[in-house]
């Protein structure tokens, strides 16, 4: 089992930045990619961005460019830096993680371990 905790969402203007993180704690050394999904109201939960143990990342096409995720392998911890917000990536961000390798996160198909979610709402 993989325990997972989000941090960092609040209210931004657009044009803003935020960062989200997220803790891991548990059976981490088998989790393989490690992301974040969002999901706006009346939206299904779509892909942001992965990163797998080999620290390659994959993002969403509505957040490359603007998004940056990252993965502290040491503190079992991943980050999500977000640029240049728009209202449009006003949603709950959730973290997820575990066997699945970061590509097909990317497909798509996301992992079994979720986080609670993090609202981030972006104000125009």
């Known amino acids: 089992q993989v325990q997972l905790v989000e941090s960092g969402g609040g209210v931004v203007q657009a044009g803003g930045s935020l960062k989200l993180s997220c803790a891991a704690s548990g059976d981490t050394f088998s989790v393989q990619g490690m992301g974040w999904f969002r999901q706006a109201p009346g939206e299904a939960r779509a892909f942001v961005a992965a990163i797998g143990r080999g620290a390659i990342t994959y993002y969403g096409d509505s957040v490359k460019g603007r998004f940056t995720i990252s993965r502290d392998f040491a503190k079992n911890m991943v980050y999500l830096e977000m640029k240049a917000l728009q209202p449009e990536d006003t949603a709950v961000y959730y973290c997820?993680?575990?066997?699945?390798?970061?590509?097909?996160?990317?497909?798509?198909?996301?992992?079994?371990?979720w986080g609670q979610g993090t609202q981030v709402t972006v104000s125009s």
């Open positions: 997820n993680a575990g066997l699945r390798a970061a590509y097909v996160m990317a497909e798509g198909t996301a992992n079994n371990y």
